[in-house]
């Protein structure tokens, strides 16, 4: 089965922040991306546990998006 996470950026916070409507429970977050998607792999699969003891295995794609407000010189 393939879930789907999110991962986006909150510039207030700075901090990526991972949450996925395919897994309940799942809100994440860590000032490095590639810390997210460790802490996202290790995770999911209890929340899944805890969700459906019968889990088959799983498939994670990961969207990512971040935004930045620039000023245009001009």
Not at 14 to 26: E, M
Not at 55 to 71: N, Y
């Amino acid at each position: 089965m393939n879930y789907i996470v999110n991962l986006a950026w909150d510039p207030e916070a700075s901090v990526w922040i991972a949450t996925s409507d395919d897994i309940p429970g799942l809100v994440l977050e860590s000032g490095s991306f590639d810390a997210l998607l460790e802490r996202v792999r290790f995770a999911v699969p209890e929340l899944l546990e805890l969700n459906d003891p019968n889990a088959t295995p799983l498939t994670l794609t990961f969207q990512s998006e971040r935004r930045e407000r620039i000023m245009a010189h001009g």
